[in-house]
């Protein structure tokens, strides 16, 4: 009967964690993980015959918060940094839980700890989905998600928190064993359940802030960068206004040099007129979208003195795609290519935008010189070497929002000295 329990309380532990992740995280598994099925299968099969043959709870407990961390990280298909980092801080929380669950049901119901185990797990478990479907579904998926920092930070405060309830609940429970000190339990178990609801509201509503933060700010630069083209396509028309202007001129004085069989001159006021002709028809970028235009004119025209820059590929504006999406996407895109195309010392600089458009997806292909000395691609995510990594890296997991969101596709790799960003978007 202990070995049964034992393996419950082994899988409940697992249960919990993942659904944690997925709840409150938002974590999901992907189609290509389908590779680590096996290993999985083997690693969770070696941990219950230890179970079996050592038989102690402590172990088991031990065995299954380890287990937990292979599991959500295979599952998930997480960095391993990453899940220890998020793992830390769901254990604190999921042990605020349980402690609150597990000694109200202790001096409610009066069960020994294997039962209790049991109970609680399989309470928390049902909460977390009873939230899921109540509201889970309709908060963002990354809503309860933190950087890195943010989140040691609350770790220390969680761990404050924890061994106040510990306290409380042990001199409350063992040394004053009265109905005065009962009801002080249930006061310090009720504000425990306080403390993890206010903890998560504090999570998501400065979540909520940032990302309202961040989308005024993507507003901002979008108008700006609007701004900045209206200006270069008015410079523009009125280059191409003077030039209409002066063409009955133009021609005037190609006639007098006709007739006067100056044709060197002819040949020399031909060749400039020209050339004033070639610097405006090329004076900007156009793929056929006003919003990608504006970006790639505002972006990529003060680089090109520095850079080869290459452009190719054509798509209208009826792209299923809202404007604001677009600019996101491109500008970051851009942004990132400029930036490492200026630390390349070696190689040529080059920056290629390529769109192909087909008849689900639209694919946008950008390519740059890249020196390859600070970021690493490591399951399709970059991680790098700058001291300010809160930053470094936000576009793109904003870039991949969006990609996701539009039922699309983001690879990045890099191939000789070059990085390459291919996405896919739904037409």
Known sequence: MNILVNILIFFLVIIEYLSFFYVIYGKRRQDKQYENKLFIIIINIACLVCIVWLGKTEITLVLALVMSVINLSLIYHLLWLETVSLYFLAFLMLSILESVTGYFLKYLLHLDNAVLSLTYLTIIIALLWVFYFLLGRKIERDAFILEAGMNIILSLFLLIIIAMLSYFTYALSEVINTRQGLFGLGLVTFGGGIILVTFLLMIYYFNVQQKYQIKNEVLEKYNEQQKKYFELLLEKEQKTRQFRHDIIAELIQIKNLSIKRDYDGLEKYIAETLKEISFISKYDYDVGNDTVNTLLNYYLLPVRRRCKIEINGYFSDSVNVSDRDLCIVISNLILNAIEAVDKVVNYEKKISFTIKVGKIFTYFIIKN?????????????????????RNHGYGLKNVKNIVEKNSGELVLKVEKNQFIVELRIRN
């Open 369 to 389: 010189t890249y020196q390859n000395t600070e970021d690493k691609i490591i399951q399709n995510e970059i991680l790098t070497t700058k001291s300010d990594k």
